[in-house]
């Protein structure tokens, strides 16, 4: 049991949230080799020299501005330690191993029960395929990556070439960025990755061929969060919230997507992506996923030069690149900046817990006020792999805490350190510069880079192209239905349907994935799939000829037929304004989630899709249409300009919803299309309101009205001395009698229900006459029970 009491002692020192990561030497062979297991006494640091204990500052920092120790949070119930001592011991070796790659855990008890009931665990991380590569992402990664591969995880690696290819990187070209990502792979394996447990799944490939789950589940993931919880994690992307762009929002639920998509169990990656990381966790609290996936977040090496709180693939200078010529990093590494004395308005924090620090330092969790890139990179590249030494004249190191410590105190001077670590360095990269050197297959890789680089990108449109301009499409979108589908939901649309030109097609745009996003039905696909087919059956029952000329796509069924250019196309008008610009589109509360954000970029990309002459809208949403339209005339000219036109609809509610009603109370104030003709008809019409000559606010004379419309009379029954029976087909007419009072409310109401009454058993025998009529209506009932249940 000593080595399981090792590590619980390690972890005992629990105080809210946070337990000290093990800083001693690991079991894991250095990337060059292939991991194999040491000795005890390997594992106790081989002999090297103990870290020198730095003194304490009255706040608990180091007085030499050294870093405290890195920070892992626990989890509130600790995991069952195996009884076995063998067991015990080997699970105390592996915990030690994976804390050692990050700066952060979340949790240790997650991560300790993962290894328990999971040793064949999934790690991941992801990197997009658009250049060079800095020495933190390939040796860095390649030692991190051996460490959890040599206690059995697998590490799976997303290539991120479908976001290259949506960021125009070498010209839009994807046969150019995989051939950049085959080149960063070649990198990994010279610089002595095992890949016998990595896996390199390609993005594109992936989300193409699964893009009926992938897309889904990032569409759940924004209904779920408000914007101001994304706007926290667009921290990793160093932008100020007045300077948000909209696809800034839609990448952290993307990031957050990926993970669940790959089926991680541990997602390595830098302090700088922590936030979205935990945005996963937080997901899975909301959505009731037991087993979260746990963060192990590595340190971010600062920049060469000063205040570089990390390196810069844009900035030659600011890192070493595993290209990089001797040369080259010899003179990268001797102008570095290297201080030795600490800012005096520096505050250092002693625990290196996430914390505030998360939230004032979003690229560093344990604190290092000295910022000194040479002492990072010594303890991150040159030692950071088990049994790996430093020289510096004569003396051997194996613990960076001893490099730093003699800096400080002056035992080593800033040329000695630059130059000791200029030789280390050069000597980790002649591994990769020999590969590309004597390899032909590698060569030619690395040639083929450096041409595209110098290759411009040309701007190009990517859209899904689903009609054309001949096709002359008068676009009307189908509402987003959220609970109960009216019977005024059902009348409003066909008005917009019957408002397309003649010379038009009227397209019903049928938005169920858009419906995921803005959390309708509980982003219950089966239940939106229902929604919308009650309400395409209810047209068909009260409009069986304007919807016989009708043209209805369903949003899913569409972006399915080319999801890369749909989803190209949604980023790419998301990258083309801000979130300031987007919000003025929805009016609030909606326009405070961040499925609304989703919602309007793939309005754009709808519009992009359907390519329209003409669209028809309700008032509420004609900013967004003309905000579409607008786009495409700046950005898509090539498409046809479309007449963008709102459509008055009045409404059809019987009495006003209560505030506090909860679910289903719009059904108690409205006509839906799955009441009973027989009772609900009566029952729902004698609670409304209708006074008497009151013409403004006269919920049965506006549905008097719009049934008039559509060529149906109002038959009124009276006594002979009430004026006898009377019929009306004109609106206006029933309306200026009903104003001077001519015709009584107890009079018209019985009229109004018999004209509901065959209304409604249109549209049940409509819901009775297919198979798929009658599950769309099982299975929206069903629904409606679960939201009224608050399931």
């Known amino acids: 049991m000593a080595a399981l009491g090792k590590m619980d002692a390690l972890l005992a020192d629990v105080s809210g949230s946070t337990a000290q990561v093990p800083s001693a030497p690991t079991t894991v062979a250095p990337p060059a080799a292939k991991a194999e297991p040491s000795s005890a006494a390997a594992r106790k640091g081989g002999g090297a020299k103990a870290p020198t204990p730095a003194a304490k500052g009255a706040n608990g920092a180091s007085s030499q501005g050294a870093p405290a120790p890195p920070a892992a949070a626990a989890s509130s119930a600790a995991a069952k330690a195996p009884d ?50 800095h020495i933190a992402q390939g040796l860095y990664k390649a030692i991190n990556v051996n460490k959890l591969t040599s206690v059995g995880g697998t590490f799976v690696f997303w290539v991120a070439d479908w976001f290259a290819l949506m960021n125009d990187k070498m010209g839009g070209d994807l046969h150019k960025i995989q051939t950049v990502g085959k080149y960063l792979i070649e990198v990994w394996k010279a610089a002595g990755m095992d890949m016998e447990r990595v896996k390199f799944l390609w993005c594109a490939d992936e989300i193409s061929s699964k893009a009926a789950s992938y897309w889904p589940k990032m569409l759940d993931i924004a209904r779920c969060f408000d914007l101001d919880r994304i706007k926290k994690c667009c921290m990793i992307m160093a932008r100020a919230e007045n300077k948000l762009s909209g ?251 019957q408002a397309a030109p003649a010379e038009c097609t009227p397209v019903l745009w049928v938005r169920d994935w858009s419906a995921i996003a803005l959390d309708c039905y509980g982003g219950q696909s089966k239940a939106i799939g229902a929604a919308y087919g009650v309400l395409v059956a209810a047209l068909d029952a009260l409009y069986p000829s304007l919807l016989a000329r009708t043209r209805v796509l369903y949003q899913s069924e569409a972006i399915l037929c080319d999801p890369s250019n749909y989803w190209i196309s949604a980023i790419d008008a998301g990258r083309r304004f801000s979130l300031a610009q987007l919000t003025p589109l929805e009016s609030a509360p909606d326009n405070e989630q961040a499925g609304f954000v989703v919602k309007a970029l793939m309005h754009v990309a709808d519009m992009l899709a359907l390519c329209p002459t003409h669209v028809r809208c309700e008032r509420a949403e004609e900013p967004l249409a003309a905000f579409s339209e607008a786009y495409r005339a700046a950005h898509a000219a090539d498409l046809p300009a479309a007449h963008v036109g ?98 009584h409310p107890g009079d018209l109401k019985p009229a109004v229900v018999a004209l509901v009454q065959a209304a409604l058993g249109k549209i049940q025998a409509r819901l009775k006459a297919t198979p798929e009529a009658k599950k769309a209506e099982t299975d929206l009932r069903t629904a409606l029970k679960a939201l009224a249940k608050g399931k």
């Not at 693939?313 to 890192?319: C, F, G, H, I, L």
């Open 84 to 133: 076995d001592p063998a067991a015990a011991a080997e699970l105390a070796r592996k915990l030690e191993v994976v804390l050692s790659v990050g700066e952060e855990c979340q949790t240790v008890d997650d991560l300790k029960n993962l290894l328990l009931k999971k040793p064949n665990f999934t790690c991941y991380d992801g990197f997009e395929p658009s250049g060079r590569m």
């Open 247 to 497: 696809a800034q929002i839609l990448y952290p639920l993307m990031q957050c997507t990926d993970i669940f998509f790959l089926r991680a169990d541990v997602c390595q990656l830098g302090v700088d992506q922590r936030k979205v990381n935990m945005l996963a966790r937080d997901y899975c609290g909301k959505v009731g996923i037991k087993l979260k996936p746990v963060i192990l977040s590595h340190h971010m090496l600062f920049g060469l030069k000063a205040g570089q709180q990390k390196m810069s693939k844009s900035d030659v200078d600011s890192a070493i690149f595993m290209e990089d010529s001797a040369a080259d990093v010899e003179r990268k590494l001797m102008q570095a900046h290297c201080p030795r004395e600490l800012p005096a308005e520096s505050i250092v924090e002693a625990d290196g817990a996430a914390g505030a620090g998360a939230e004032a330092d979003p690229m560093h969790l344990v604190k290092d006020a000295l910022q000194n890139p040479c002492l990072d990179y010594v303890k991150h590249v040159i030692l950071s792999a088990p049994g790996a030494t430093f020289k510096v004249g004569e003396r051997t190191y194996m613990d960076a805490a001893d490099v730093r410590a003699d800096f400080l105190a002056g035992e080593i001077s800033e040329q000695q350190l630059k130059r000791a670590l200029v030789d280390a360095v050069n000597k980790v990269l002649q591994p990769v510069r020999a590969h590309f050197e004597n390899d032909a297959a590698a060569r030619e890789l690395l040639a083929q880079v450096r041409q595209f680089s110098k290759e411009p990108a040309p701007p190009t449109l990517r859209r899904l192209a689903l009609l054309s301009a001949a096709d002359r499409a008068c676009v009307v979108c189908a509402p987003l239905l959220r609970a109960h589908v009216s019977l005024g939901a059902v009348i409003a649309t066909a008005r917009r349907l």
């Open 646 to 743: 709102a459509v008055e609809t009045c409404s059809l509610q019987l009495r006003d919803v209560p505030v506090a009603g909860g679910p289903g109370a719009d059904a108690e104030c409205e006509y839906t299309v799955l009441d009973s003709a027989t009772s609900d008809a009566g029952s729902k019409m004698k609670k409304a309101f209708c006074a008497l000559g009151n013409v403004e606010r006269n919920p049965p004379l506006r549905i008097a009205q719009e049934l008039l419309r559509d060529g149906h009379v109002l038959a009124v029954k009276r006594k002979p001395a009430d004026g006898g029976d009377i019929e009306y087909s004109d609106a206006a007419l029933l309306e200026a009698d009903f104003a001077e009072s001519k015709l």
